[in-house]
């Protein structure tokens, strides 16, 4: 299974950067790393991907290091509404394997 | 963007009874999606693959005739729970695969909340 290891919560002021690292040592060389949110009750949204280069689009940032092991998501300014559980994940023939994630509280 | 629906978004059965949920995918075809299970402050556990045409495949420890799958077209698979018992009940959620850019991403549908009671 892709296992991915991410930190169980976080706290971030409204307004300010949330960065949210992610480690998945054992990705291979053309698995893609992904990020999803979950707000309660409510499935999971697709918030970005990337393979090695860093990527943005409206929704976030996604910085991953050279070596492919680990990587972090950024929203630059978090608000209230940004309050969920955020996983990444990566494919294994197809399927993706999602960890506990983060559960991300932006407080005002 | 993809939009993944599932139908009903919530459902109350009485034990011993059968429940579909379906799955669509409204602005892309998918020749795979996947079902999840979501217990409460739990992560989404994978149940099986579906894929359009063939035979599901099935998570270890998850039971094919209990939660029976059917993706006869490119849009819609379903999941059937057959004689639903109070420890079925859960969060499911669909997912499809859609294609683009060289790599397939992952959408998922809202979820339908089963309740047996």
């Known amino acids: 299974d892709a296992k991915t290891t991410q930190p169980p919560s976080m706290d971030c002021a409204e307004g300010r950067a949330a960065n949210l690292p992610c480690n998945h040592s054992?990705?291979?060389?053309?698995?893609?790393v992904y990020w999803y949110r979950q707000i309660h009750s409510q499935g999971p949204q697709y918030i970005i991907h990337g393979l090695k280069n860093n990527e943005t689009n409206e929704m976030a940032s996604l910085i991953i290091t050279e070596d492919r092991k680990s990587s972090t998501l950024i929203l630059p300014h978090a608000t209230l509404r940004d309050t969920a559980v955020y996983y990444c994940t990566y494919t294994n023939a197809g399927k993706s394997t999602f960890g506990d994630g983060t559960t991300l509280t932006v407080k005002p | 963007g993809a939009v993944v629906s599932q139908h009903p978004s919530r459902v109350i059965c009485k034990s011993g009874t059968s429940v579909k949920i379906e799955c669509r995918s409204l602005d892309f075809q998918a020749t795979t999606m996947f079902w999840y299970r979501q217990f409460p402050k739990k992560s989404l556990m994978l149940m099986a693959t579906s894929n359009e045409g063939s035979k599901a495949t099935y998570e270890q420890g998850v039971e094919k005739d209990k939660f029976l799958i059917n993706h006869a077209s490119l849009t819609l698979s379903t999941l059937t729970v057959t004689s639903a018992h109070p420890e079925d009940s859960s969060f499911y959620i669909c997912s499809a695969l859609r294609w683009g850019q060289g790599q397939e991403t992952q959408y998922f549908g809202p979820g339908t909340r089963l309740l047996v009671l």
């Open positions: 054992t990705i291979s060389g053309n698995e893609y």
